[in-house]
């Protein structure tokens, strides 16, 4: 799959048509793959789309737009980050599940119906850093990005804190309806501190680079 950097929106020609949950496919006005850059360090993963990035194919829009706040403060997105179509800089963004229904989170099942979309991604991306945000999505990410089971893993308790996943790090995010704004200073200081730091240490990137095969891939 050949990636697109010309186009911010679907980048990687993911399926826009996509019928594998049929009763998302009724209640949803597109499907919302990922967004940004897809040679970014840092790559954001929400539960599933708002109701203004269901209209607008834009990841975190609307109500969850304090997550494209945060990453402004933090230097990821190049001009306003409440532009119609805002310019994010070395990160991707995308979902667990990429069809929203309005009145129900989604099913297990969808989720995993979704699960080549989001591992395709990671694959293609392979970030430094991934930032999963709410419990859901750090649950969707325990068994193949991380050492420990989605039982052991508290949004609440994880928030503005970094730990090792399999190759990188998960710097975990409280869902944006759920941060107090002493929760969402202390994400953007954690977060600040680690651009600080050697943070391309963590996995090896150079060897990735020379080798032109990340950690993921075959021999």
Known sequence: MDARQDELANPFGMDEECTNCPELVETRQQVVHGYGDVGADFVVVGDQPSAAADET?????????????????????EGD??????????????????????DR?????????????????LRM?????????????????AFQYTTKSEDDLDVE???ATTMRGRGFELVPMLDPEDQSPEE???????FADLLGTDYRQTKGRQGSLETGRGPDDGE
């Open 157 to 159: 308790e994880l928030h």
């Open 57 to 77: 194919g834009v990841p975190f829009a609307g109500d969850q737009s304090l997550v494209w706040e945060i990453l402004d403060r933090v230097g990821l997105v």
């Open 125 to 141: 991306i392979n970030p430094e850093i991934i930032v999963p945000v709410g419990q859901r999505a750090i649950e969707a990410l």
């Open 105 to 121: 989170p989604a099913t297990d099942e969808e989720v995993r119906n979704c699960e080549a979309y989001r591992s395709s991604e």
């Open 184 to 190: 969402t200073e202390a994400f953007v200081e954690h």
């Open 81 to 102: 980050p409440g532009a119609e179509e805002p310019v994010p800089d070395d990160v991707y963004l995308t979902y667990v599940t990429r069809c929203r229904h309005p």
